[in-house]
């Protein structure tokens, strides 16, 4: 749960931005670990937003700034993408930005643009892109974390969820949720390891810090066995077929309806 008082600073911050870079907001969200359901008691809020300029903005011949990002302060970790450049990374089924279309922790939307998204959502979701770049994330986080004889035990998570995301996408099961629990519950069947998950996700949840320990001997198999089934996987997935103008549109209505 996010308290009040954080929200409120989060909103205030919003419109500090507003103000700042005269732009308007029209959609902010929680991502990383306390989106996901496993945050640790010092986590940051990694706030995310969606962000629209006035039309003379875009008519401009020079390549412009397209992102705000801020440093990070008072446990806020705040940063958006211009509206063009999210739909350029939409349009290439961008998984970070899906994950914010889907976060459980919205903090502002407004205007009609991000449902609009959403909708289009299965007509522009590409397995290939996501299944590779969870992928990725697997293989980095395991080499980092745990390679050792002794490993960082919250680590677990950052592994274990690209892996289950991968899993989710070969069985053809649509975009990503953005809840950990969501894709333990759906992909990892009853048993010793959905049993040691679980265990470990309550541990989490109750505040343990899991820093260095020794390995969990069923969740590591399960990790190696995976990445390298994963590796030697070709993966094809579905190919899309979608209607790009369909985000041209968004774009001019967008600018017509925030700046009206």
Excluded at 11 to 25: A, D, F, H, K, P
Excluded at 149 to 161: A, M, N, Q, S
């Amino acid at each position: 749960m996010i308290s009040d008082k954080v929200k409120n600073r989060i909103l205030e911050s919003i419109t500090n931005i507003e103000t700042e870079e005269n732009v308007r907001i029209f959609y902010a969200c929680e991502s990383g670990s306390r989106a996901w359901g496993f945050p640790s008691t010092d986590s940051d809020y990694d706030v995310r937003f969606l962000y629209i300029h006035p039309t003379e903005w875009y008519l401009s011949i020079d390549d412009q700034k397209d992102v705000i990002e801020k440093p990070i302060s008072n446990e806020l970790d705040i940063s958006g993408w211009e509206i063009k450049k999210a739909l350029k990374l939409f349009r290439k089924s961008n998984p970070p930005l899906l994950e914010w279309l889907q976060s459980p922790i919205i903090y502002s939307e407004k205007y009609d643009v991000t449902q609009r998204l959403r909708e289009l959502l299965p007509e522009f979701y590409s397995p290939i892109s996501c299944w590779y770049h969870y992928l990725h994330m697997a293989q980095g986080n395991f080499k980092e974390y745990l390679k050792g004889e002794k490993v960082w035990t919250k680590k677990y998570f950052y592994i274990l969820r690209p892996i289950l995301a991968c899993l989710w996408i070969e069985n053809d099961l649509g975009p990503l949720p953005m809840k950990f629990k969501d894709l333990v519950d759906r992909i990892v069947e009853s048993g010793e390891l959905k049993n040691e998950i679980e265990i470990l996700l309550e541990r989490k949840k109750r505040g343990e810090e899991l820093s260095w320990g020794s390995k969990n001997i069923i969740i590591d198999n399960f990790i190696s066995n995976e990445i390298s089934r994963l590796e030697s996987n070709n993966f094809k997935g579905k190919k899309r077929r979608f209607d790009g103008s369909k985000l041209h549109e968004l774009f001019r209505k967008a600018l017509i309806k925030v700046w009206n």
